[in-house]
């Protein structure tokens, strides 16, 4: 079993920026690829980012490749989101997920998901 607790999340104007973490507890953390997806208001959950067990691989949704990184810290235990120039259409609420594999962006491959975080952008 896996707990997932996301922070970070808040309110920020048009062009800021925020760092999402995710604190992982339960199993070992690099056992598992890490990622982020996002459910905007009347929206469907959409991917976001994606990273291999030991950091060295990453995957990034076109929306928001050159303004958003992922990242790890398997000594901690914690999963990053290093949002940049945000924009009104990133106004969603942010899961981590662990999945045991395959490396994918597909949500059914997640077997773990957290609570969310919610990140607000205003104009």
């Known amino acids: 079993q896996v707990q997932l607790v996301e922070s970070g999340g808040g309110l920020v104007q048009v062009g800021g920026s925020l760092r999402l973490s995710c604190a992982s507890s339960g199993r070992i953390f690099s056992d598992y690829y890490m990622g982020w997806f996002r459910q905007g208001p009347g929206k469907e959950r959409e991917f976001v980012a994606l990273?291999?067990?030991?950091?060295?691989?990453?995957l990034l949704a076109d929306s928001v490749k050159g303004r958003f990184s992922i990242s790890r810290d398997n000594a901690k235990n914690t999963l990053y989101l290093q949002m940049n120039s945000l924009v009104p259409e990133d106004t969603a609420v942010y899961y981590c997920?662990?999945?045991?594999?395959?490396?994918?962006?597909?949500?059914?491959?997640?077997?773990?998901w957290g609570q969310g975080t919610q990140v607000t952008v205003s104009s």
């Open positions: 997920a662990a999945s045991e594999g395959p490396y994918s962006s597909a949500a059914q491959y997640y077997k773990y």
């Open positions: 990273i291999s067990r030991f950091g060295r691989n990453t």
